[in-house]
């Protein structure tokens, strides 16, 4: 379906958790109760034609197998397969420029065939912003697409079983996750009666800028946390933040960081 001139048009920037949802809410408890709903259409605007399960990206980088990529990654059009064809439209682009006076957006799109870009301009009625949070990682989530972080999946475990010493760069839910499950997959899991593990096969440190990891949840959480990830031969390093990464485009397996102790990088 194709945008609507003469439909109100909603546009949503963002086709992660908070663009879809807002789509999702919009197409089954707001247009409805609106004056002529028919009216109205959605228009959801992403880069990227995937919409995919972030939380388990540290688990799926290591293997297709771990987590079932049909579960992991999702086309956001048929998300809304549901619902009536000239309600929701999809866009495949990024938003390149905004005008609040004119209530327009202009887009940097893909074309039909995928091959090329075209530029172009949607008036809004209403705009929601749902672009997000983004990582300078290219593992976690979508720098670009799913074929440019399958891409960078793909880099990294060529690399791993290799690795002698890895280091990350966060305390936060998304290193420590990573931490622990790079731990367990290269080092296996200390005795029951051991409480770290003496001799991992890679060394893999984890930086945490401020005093203790996961800093968002209760003290005793983080504590136990940490108590986990020396199991699996992780060591934690507080007050210390990435300053350099040395080459800064360093591949997979190569490079080194330059840690600055007690300051903000």
């Not at 880069?47 to 579960?71: G, W, Y």
């Not at 048929?78 to 866009?91: L, N, P």
């Not at 690795?163 to 305390?171: N, P, Q, R, S, Y």
Request: with cysteine; hydrophobic share 40%.
């Amino acid at each position: 379906m194709a945008i609507a001139e003469d439909k109100k048009k909603i546009v949503i920037l963002g086709g992660s958790y908070g663009g879809v949802s807002t789509a999702h809410y919009l197409l089954k408890h707001a247009i409805p109760k609106l004056p002529d709903p028919s009216s109205y259409q959605v228009v959801l605007v992403s880069t990227t034609s995937q919409t995919m399960c972030r939380p388990a990206a540290p688990r799926a980088l290591i293997s297709d197998t771990v987590f079932p990529q049909d579960k992991l990654f999702v086309g956001i059009a048929k998300c809304f397969d549901q619902y009536a064809a000239e309600s929701v439209v999809f866009e495949q682009g990024t938003a390149t420029a905004l005008n609040h006076e004119d209530r327009t957006v202009s887009i940097l799109g893909v074309n039909e065939d995928g091959n090329g870009s075209v530029e172009f301009k949607i008036t809004y009625h209403a705009l929601v912003i749902a672009t997000g949070a983004s990582t300078p990682s290219p593992l976690l989530g979508f720098t670009r697409d799913e074929k440019t972080l399958k891409s960078s999946w793909a880099a990294f475990r060529t690399a791993l079983p290799k690795a002698k010493h890895i280091v990350i760069a966060g305390g936060g839910a998304s290193g420590v996750e990573v931490a622990g499950e790079l731990g367990e997959h290269l080092n296996g899991r200390a005795g029951w009666f051991s409480s770290s593990l003496s001799d991992p096969r890679a060394q893999i440190t984890l930086l945490s800028g401020g005093p203790r990891i996961l800093p968002y949840l209760r003290p005793a959480i983080a504590q136990t946390a940490e108590t986990y990830l020396a199991k699996v031969g992780v060591r934690v390093v507080h007050n210390t933040r990435v300053v350099t990464v040395v080459p800064e485009t360093a591949d997979p397996g190569s490079g080194s960081v330059h840690p600055g102790y007690g300051r903000r990088a």
